[in-house]
Nanobody
């Protein structure tokens, strides 16, 4: 198990879009659930969303309707498509894997995720 590699962060204007990628080196990637988390200055790390092995995706209320999580089991890559960005979305974003991919991933506490990406900065500013 190796730390996944994140990419796609950067600067976006309010209302803009970014797509984050997270590539894993797990032996059976398709059996894992993938979570996305973020941490902004002065705040606790929070759950953004997750996708199970089904795949079934789930989202925090703060991003629902704007963000979309997907996965490609061939390339072992998870994506976080972020549309309609606002300044409150500014944060360091992290991806992580959980070995029980069939679990209802919104109920999986972030402390149970095993492999974490290095984080990528997303800044939304005009």
């Amino acid at each position: 198990q190796v730390q996944p590699v994140e990419s796609g962060g950067g600067l976006a204007q309010p209302g803009g879009s970014l797509r984050l990628s997270c590539t894993f080196s797990l032996r059976d990637f398709d059996y894992y659930a993938i979570g996305w988390f973020r941490q902004s200055p002065g705040k606790e790390r929070e759950w953004v969303g997750c996708i199970s092995s089904a795949p079934s995706s789930h989202y925090a209320d703060s991003v629902k309707g704007r963000f979309t999580i997907s996965r490609d089991d061939t390339t072992k890559t998870a994506y976080l498509q972020m549309n309609g960005l606002n300044v409150e979305d500014t944060a360091v974003y992290y991806c992580a894997s959980y070995h029980h991919g069939g679990a209802y991933c919104p109920a999986v506490d972030m402390t149970r995720y095993e492999n974490w990406g290095q984080g990528t900065q997303v800044t939304v500013s005009s």
